[in-house]
């Protein structure tokens, strides 16, 4: 070939490759529909990918410069997503026309991961649907109730931990200490606690991450997140190609590590008849068809029971870790920094810890930790400036928005609910930088636009944990926050 045909192939390989690039974002870039103008190939993720920007800034600088429409479009690498503004319309979509909208992107996994493809914010329509009501009974209140004995064992491991390293050899704990203060990277505490929580109520594992940092369950736990920059691209960009190659968003060995530990703990209690208070025993009665749903007159019919299979228990336990680990350490982070830069908030929650410490003899129970006032309104606006976990949804069949101007959707859109710039709108939540717990008090709380604060998502795919996370996993903070010894 001469250095004009290799000039002429390259050519046209480059109009090929800018043609599929920009393929995806011919619907979405006609005039009046508001929208990002996209990059070949990395679309709106320019800054992004530069590490110029949050991906949650991203958002919340898309919320502001469109505010005040319905909605507008920008472009997540090759895939146009639709960010609704309007509160009404993200009624209209994540409820009444659910239907149209049953799935959320992860469903991606289905391509990408066989065991993660089987956790429920990953599954799809019936499927979804079927293993939803088989689990929803899994997490009522008195199913909670009973797994907080371990939260609390948990979080008085913790608690002893700190106070040996305070009274004794700081430096044998690997904690600094400047002078009668412990300085700790609250990040990797939280992370720890949060890790040890999930290890004791999903998996039915006793483990002590600051005695033993190294403990198998962390590496893989802290190895879970991290499965690199490489997949995600593949995901986001060839996701049934990596079906087809069998190519695993999650190494094996993390997966089959997972699939190990609650095998042999499922074997070995049914061969000694161990029953311990766990999410793991709640799944494998669930399994048998032998869980009472206490907001139902019936137990789950066989036909039901039969498809939640040993592979769906691990994928479910898994995924308790996923959801749990990185939004419960990420809240108590931002918590803590609050309270620590706000002395009238943290003396205000330590009186109230305190003084429920006392009326409980020195223990925290359930219904004590549930009926703290001012402690709820300090995690509601924890969420609420700081909200964990991202909403969006997937189109399953054509759907026209009804907007000025409308908007045709076809099945595989995507649609993102910015709950971040939500949160920090003036016009839901006055002075909204300012960290404000009084927004959650009595008088204030029912004037919230309930559409505008969604820190768990909304409609029939809510976190499925709302009714008890938010008391459930920040126990330990509380404690160190109290004055009292002990
Ligand atoms: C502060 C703590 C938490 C926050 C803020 C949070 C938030 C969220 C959000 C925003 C969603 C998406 C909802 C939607 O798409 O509308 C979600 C889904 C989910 N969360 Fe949570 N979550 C928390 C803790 C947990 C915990 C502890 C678990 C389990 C042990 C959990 C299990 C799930 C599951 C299984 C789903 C998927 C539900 C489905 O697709 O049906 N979450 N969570």
Do not use: Y
């Given at each position: 070939m001469t250095l004009f045909d290799w000039f002429l192939l390259l050519l046209c390989l480059g109009v090929v490759l800018y043609f599929w690039g920009t393929s995806t974002y011919r619907r979405f870039t006609k005039p009046g529909i508001p929208h990002d103008t996209p990059f070949p190939f990395i679309g709106s993720m320019g800054p992004t990918i530069l590490k110029r920007q949050l991906f949650t800034d991203m958002i919340l600088n898309m919320y502001n410069k469109y505010k005040g429409r319905p909605y507008a479009v920008m472009f997540i690498f090759r895939q146009p997503v639709t960010v609704i503004f309007d509160t009404e319309l993200i009624k209209t979509i994540?409820?009444?026309?659910?239907d149209y909208f049953p799935?959320?992107?992860?469903?991606l996994f289905e391509n990408a991961d066989p065991l993660f493809a089987k956790a429920l914010p990953n599954l799809k329509g019936r499927d979804w649907r079927d293993k939803r009501s088989i689990l929803?009974?899994?997490?009522?209140s008195s199913k909670m109730k009973t797994m907080f004995l371990l939260v609390s064992e948990c979080c008085q491991q913790f608690v002893n931990f700190l106070e040996e390293c305070l009274q004794n050899k700081p430096n044998e704990c690997g904690i600094q200490k400047d002078g009668d203060t412990l300085v700790l990277e609250l990040k990797n505490f939280f992370n720890r606690y949060a890790n040890d929580v999930i290890a004791t109520t999903a998996f039915g594992l006793g483990v002590d991450s600051l005695k033993q940092p190294k403990n198998e369950f962390f590496v893989m736990g802290q190895d879970t997140f991290n499965f690199g920059t490489f997949r995600i691209l593949l995901l986001l960009f060839i996701p049934k190609l990596l079906k087809v190659f069998g190519v695993?968003?999650?190494?094996n060995r993390i997966a089959d590590f997972f699939r190990s530990i609650v095998k042999d703990t499922i074997a070995t209690r049914e061969r000694e008849g161990i029953v311990r208070p766990d999410l793991l025993q709640l799944l494998m009665q669930t399994q048998k068809g032998n869980?009472?749903?206490?907001?139902?007159?019936?137990?789950?019919?066989k036909s039901q029971t039969k498809q939640l299979d040993d592979e769906d228990v691990v994928a479910q336990c898994v995924v308790f870790f996923v959801a749990g680990f990185d939004t419960a350490s990420t809240f108590m982070c931002f918590a803590c920094y609050h309270l620590a830069i706000d002395e009238e908030i943290q003396t205000r929650l330590q009186n109230e810890i305190d003084e429920t410490l006392r009326e409980g003899g020195g223990k925290f129970s359930y219904e004590a930790l549930n009926g703290m006032k001012y402690l709820d309104m300090v995690v509601s606006e924890t969420l609420r400036m700081y909200p964990p976990a991202a909403v969006d949804r997937v189109c399953a069949r054509k759907y026209t928005?009804?907007?000025?101007p409308p908007l045709d959707l076809m099945p595989e859109d995507s649609l993102i609910i910015p709950i971040f710039g939500l949160h920090r709108d003036p016009n839901y939540f006055?002075?909204?930088?300012r960290f404000d717990p009084?927004?959650?008090?009595d008088e204030n709380?029912?004037?919230?636009n309930p559409l505008a604060y969604l820190p768990f998502g909304?409609?029939?795919?809510?976190?499925?944990?709302v009714r008890n996370s938010s008391s459930r996993l920040p126990d330990v903070a509380w404690k160190l926050i109290s004055n009292s010894p002990g």
């Open positions: 994540a409820v009444k026309d659910f799935n959320r992107q992860t469903t929803s009974p899994v997490f009522t695993s968003i999650f190494p869980l009472e749903d206490e907001n139902s007159t019936e137990q789950h019919p928005i009804k907007a000025d006055p002075d909204p930088e009084e927004r959650f008090n709380k029912h004037k919230i909304i409609g029939p795919r809510i976190c499925i944990a």
